[in-house]
């Protein structure tokens, strides 16, 4: 019953801009903070941004991704979004949503199934 459903992924040039969304449901989306992962091939899985709980005041972002992408919720809708801007070909990766609530222990973690972005002129 649980889902976290990734969308939006595709094929972009250098320069180009994507928006990820992430679709919950089945558990209480407001009380998880909400991750972002990708993994590129031969590669580890790496954070690339959170949002905090709740109204999603707090945020943070891996350095190879600030000031280029933003993580944004909205609660009404049950999603997660990532908007990304002048992409790079480095930035081709699997993208993974993320859901974890640490009032729980152990923390109840939920991860999405992934969505392919792929930059490359």
């Known amino acids: 019953q649980v889902q976290l459903v990734e969308s939006g992924g595709g094929l972009v040039q250098p320069g180009g801009s994507l928006r990820l969304s992430c679709v919950a449901s089945?558990?209480?989306?407001?009380?998880?903070?909400m991750r972002w992962y990708r993994q590129a091939p031969g590669k580890e899985r790496d954070l690339v941004a959170g949002?905090?709980?709740?109204?999603?005041?707090?945020?943070n972002y891996a350095d190879s991704v600030k000031g280029r992408f933003t993580i944004s919720r909205d609660n009404a809708k049950n999603t997660v979004y990532l908007q990304m801007n002048s992409l790079k070909p480095e930035d081709t990766a699997v993208y993974y949503c993320y859901a974890v609530a640490t009032a729980t222990w152990p923390p109840t973690r939920y991860w999405g199934q992934g969505t392919q972005v792929t930059v490359s002129s």
């Open positions: 089945g558990f209480a989306f407001s009380t998880y903070a």
């Open positions: 949002i905090s709980s709740g109204g999603g005041s707090s945020t």
